[in-house]
């Protein structure tokens, strides 16, 4: 059992104010493996002073000294990336074999900001005017459970980068991965006060952090529906945000595909991150002459996906991170069953000899476009096969959605693709693969987002503006 009881505040661990005990379970098996103690609203004030206090002089630091902090970040969490990968298996089940590398990046992303610092430009010129990016201020950041510690590592690599202080919550429901995470950001070294971190709920932290007037910047990755809320909360004090929200994302098979290389790219698109992840591909676009071959395919490409123990290392697809999200994917698998979808692999239920949250990986066919699961974020391995007639037809019904978060083109054609790629209403496409690039911007078009992160554009989002002119311009003839 971890018993989590302090947060960390101005450089120190402390015993939050609040008194509150959450449980923390084991999703493969249900177990409870500890508990954390969850600040409340005084303890986000003490973090947000903190960090206020901190402001004016980290704000003067120089790009060198900030860059030197990033590295030194990046080497005190690559140092124990082994204990953090074991803390995120245990906590949120995600297989060994995915998450040992999502946590090299995890902590690369000090190293990438790093690299988008040193030549970022915070001085420009507009004809006569002297324009100055300055860092916006306090940053609230708000991360969510499917990854805690890539989102803590990525946000606060790029409010440091801008010269920015801030105040993170993470998800309660990832406190362990938290307190290792923490414990590595400390031995960086940094001036107190530059980052604070408080476990607690959304309701509660979340919400002061969004309301109070101290904060100047939100940096939230969640729900659609908990960054609407973000949203009207940051409004009375007029905060900065940057949303990364849900998606519906579309993985376009075009006809000139080759199917036996493309089906098991759409499924791992789909299943990534155990179908907990806002860019997974659940919204599969065939040729309707091919649905018979594709709906071959694509039972034999699940039917080859090792679900189980996320310790193995030939594990692909790990358990859900609760019984409340394990009971939201079973009604969305009922949805579709009683809609009229046909149901070609899965269904309700566990997994033969799998309890704990473990659900089965499910496609189904005979999808329309309307159909609740065709519109609705499910957060699990649940894909839908959509078919189409025309090229045209294809990108509309992948554009025929309030999300636009990630999208996914595949083709034996490259030129055909990037084609096709232009014309989708998405902040990223992928084409032929699962790729990612750390300097690129990432974030929604449409209820999937609010503004942009990584590289430069991540720095950019944490600035203000300024124009300053000494001189009248010359009067123009």
Same mark, same amino acid.
């Given at each position: 059992?971890? +018993?989590?009881?302090?947060?960390?505040?101005?450089?120190?661990?402390?015993?939050?104010?609040?008194?509150?005990?959450?449980?923390?379970?084991?999703?493969?098996?249900?177990?409870?493996?500890? *508990?954390?103690?969850?600040?409340?609203?005084?303890?986000?004030?003490?973090?947000?002073?903190?960090?206020?206090?901190?402001?004016?002089? &980290?704000?003067?630091?120089?790009?060198?000294?900030?860059?030197?902090?990033?590295? /030194?970040?990046?080497?005190?969490?690559?140092? /124990?990336?082994?204990?953090?990968?074991?803390?995120?298996?245990?906590?949120?089940?995600?297989?060994?074999?995915?998450?040992?590398?999502?946590?090299?990046?995890?902590?690369?992303?000090?190293?990438?900001?790093?690299?988008?610092?040193?030549?970022?430009? &915070?001085?420009? *010129?507009?004809?006569?005017?002297?324009?100055?990016?300055?860092?916006?201020?306090?940053?609230?950041?708000?991360?969510?459970?499917?990854?805690?510690?890539?989102? %803590?590592?990525?946000?606060?690599?790029?409010?440091?980068?801008?010269?920015?202080?801030?105040?993170?919550?993470?998800?309660?429901?990832?406190?362990? *991965?938290?307190?290792?995470?923490?414990?590595?950001?400390?031995?960086?070294?940094?001036?107190?006060?530059?980052?604070?971190?408080?476990?607690?709920?959304?309701?509660?932290?979340?919400?002061?952090?969004?309301?109070?007037?101290?904060?100047?910047?939100?940096?939230?990755?969640?729900?659609?529906?908990?960054?609407?809320?973000?949203?009207?909360?940051?409004?009375?004090?007029?905060? /900065?945000?940057?949303?990364?929200?849900?998606?519906?994302?579309?993985?376009? %098979?075009?006809?000139?595909?080759?199917?036996?290389?493309?089906?098991?790219?759409?499924?791992?698109?789909?299943?990534? +991150?155990?179908?907990?992840?806002?860019?997974?591909?659940?919204?599969?676009?065939?040729?309707?002459?091919?649905?018979?071959?594709?709906?071959?395919?694509?039972?034999?490409?699940?039917?080859?996906?090792?679900?189980?123990?996320?310790?193995?290392?030939?594990?692909?697809?790990?358990?859900? $991170?609760?019984?409340?999200?394990?009971?939201?994917?079973?009604?969305?698998?009922?949805?579709?069953?009683?809609?009229?979808?046909?149901?070609?692999?899965?269904?309700?239920?566990?997994?033969?000899?799998?309890?704990?949250? &473990?659900?089965?990986?499910?496609?189904?066919?005979?999808?329309?476009?309307?159909?609740?699961?065709?519109?609705?974020?499910?957060?699990?391995?649940?894909?839908?096969?959509?078919?189409?007639?025309?090229?045209?037809?294809?990108?509309?019904?992948?554009?025929?959605?309030?999300?636009?978060? @990630?999208?996914?083109?595949?083709?034996?054609?490259?030129? /055909?693709? @990037?084609?096709?790629?232009?014309?989708?209403?998405?902040?990223? $496409?992928?084409?032929?693969?699962? &790729?990612?690039?750390? @300097?690129?911007?990432?974030?929604?078009?449409?209820?999937?987002?609010?503004?942009?992160?990584?590289?430069?554009?991540?720095?950019?989002?944490?600035?203000?503006?300024?124009? %300053?002119?000494?001189?009248?311009?010359?009067?123009?003839?």
């Amino acid at each position: 059992m971890r +018993n989590i009881g302090h947060s960390y505040i101005d450089g120190e661990f402390v015993v939050p104010n609040g008194t509150e005990r959450f449980d923390l379970h084991n999703p493969a098996t249900g177990e409870i493996i500890g *508990q954390v103690r969850l600040g409340d609203v005084a303890d986000t004030r003490r973090a947000i002073a903190a960090a206020k206090r901190a402001f004016p002089a &980290f704000s003067r630091t120089t790009k060198e000294q900030r860059i030197d902090m990033l590295r /030194r970040l990046h080497t005190a969490v690559a140092a /124990r990336a082994d204990e953090l990968t074991r803390a995120v298996v245990l906590e949120y089940g995600g297989p060994i074999s995915v998450r040992a590398p999502w946590t090299r990046a995890a902590a690369g992303n000090f190293l990438d900001l790093a690299e988008a610092l040193e030549t970022f430009e &915070f001085t420009r *010129q507009a004809k006569s005017a002297k324009v100055i990016m300055q860092p916006v201020g306090v940053v609230g950041i708000i991360t969510p459970w499917n990854s805690n510690y890539s989102f %803590i590592t990525n946000k606060l690599a790029a409010a440091i980068a801008a010269g920015c202080t801030c105040v993170i919550k993470p998800s309660e429901m990832s406190a362990i *991965q938290t307190q290792v995470l923490t414990e590595c950001l400390h031995s960086a070294g940094l001036p107190p006060g530059v980052f604070n971190i408080v476990n607690g709920r959304g309701d509660v932290v979340g919400a002061e952090l969004s309301s109070n007037p101290d904060v100047a910047k939100i940096s939230f990755t969640g729900s659609t529906a908990v960054g609407k809320a973000i949203l009207r909360a940051g409004a009375e004090t007029m905060k /900065r945000v940057t949303l990364e929200l849900g998606g519906k994302s579309p993985t376009v %098979i075009l006809d000139d595909a080759d199917l036996e290389k493309a089906i098991p790219l759409a499924v791992a698109a789909g299943f990534q +991150n155990n179908g907990q992840a806002c860019i997974a591909g659940t919204r599969i676009l065939v040729p309707e002459n091919r649905l018979a071959e594709v709906s071959e395919l694509i039972v034999k490409a699940v039917k080859a996906v090792k679900v189980g123990d996320p310790n193995e290392a030939d594990t692909q697809l790990g358990p859900l $991170v609760s019984q409340r999200q394990y009971e939201r994917v079973q009604r969305y698998i009922r949805a579709g069953l009683n809609e009229g979808a046909t149901l070609l692999i899965g269904g309700e239920g566990h997994p033969d000899g799998l309890g704990g949250y &473990f659900v089965k990986p499910t496609v189904f066919a005979n999808v329309t476009n309307d159909m609740t699961i065709a519109r609705e974020e499910i957060f699990g391995p649940v894909l839908a096969l959509i078919t189409y007639r025309t090229e045209e037809e294809a990108v509309a019904i992948a554009n025929d959605t309030d999300y636009g978060l @990630q999208a996914y083109v595949i083709s034996s054609d490259p030129a /055909r693709a @990037q084609s096709v790629a232009e014309r989708i209403n998405a902040g990223r $496409v992928l084409v032929n693969g699962l &790729f990612h690039e750390p @300097q690129a911007p990432f974030g929604g078009f449409k209820q999937s987002g609010i503004g942009r992160e990584y590289g430069a554009f991540g720095i950019e989002a944490h600035l203000e503006t300024k124009a %300053i002119l000494d001189r009248r311009p010359a009067e123009r003839v």
